[in-house]
Structures are given as C-alpha cells and as structure tokens.
C-alpha cells in the first residue's frame, strides 16, 4: 500500500464540508442527551409511586431533567422506566446509593463517572 498523496493531489484542496466532519468526529460522548440535563434538584426521597401503592423498592433513581425520583428495574415497580416511557426524559441518575452513574434509556448507555462525563459534554462545541 503506497500513500497516492506526495503533492501531487487530485482531490480538491480545501474541501471545508469534509475538514468540518472530521474536526468534528471527535466521539467523547456517545450520548447526546448528556449534555442538556439539567442541575435538578430531586422532588423526593422515595418513589412516590410505590409509596401510594404500598409496596417497597430496591434502588432509587433520579431523572435528570426534572428531578422525579423512582424506583429502578430492580424493584416491582420499575417507576424510573415508567417515568421514562412516559416523558421521554432520557437519563436518570442512580440516587440512593450515592454512586457516580448515570443510565441513558434512549441509548441504554451506562454513563459513568457521570458528573465527569457530563461536564466534559457540557464544555464541548457543538
Ligand atoms: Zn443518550
Ligand atoms: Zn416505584
Ligand atoms: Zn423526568
């Protein structure tokens, strides 16, 4: 394999669409909604939902757009995905448990560590 490019070039020098895709190529972040959560400020500290249906959780999670706290697949109720199909509110936080993880249910992408990583999304250039 010998590199055709020593000068003499036949591809159009300064194509600026294909500078831009590859400057902007860069994957960081495989989740694009990383970077519109918001600084929520959680509404409880249990799941609401279970609470009015008597029944009890495993772990709970927190909505990063709103602040819903609900319970997660772990539990009966299953409320964070409920919560989820329900608004399409894309990332919930895991809560409880003090961890640093986030879970993306449109990507079903684990975000981790997620205050790092959310930062990192929030700084790049679009
Ligand atoms: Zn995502
Ligand atoms: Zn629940
Ligand atoms: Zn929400």
Redesign the pocket.
Known sequence: MTEPGTGTGTAAPGDPARAAVEVGASAASACEHLADTKDVRPQSNT?????A?G?S?VE?RLCQECGTV??CDS??????T?HFAATGHPIAMAFDTGEDWGWCYVDELLIMPFDELRERARVQPS
Do not use: I, V
């Open positions: 799941c609401p939902e279970c609470l249906s029944q959780w709970l609900a319970c539990s009966n109720g299953k409320h964070a409920a």
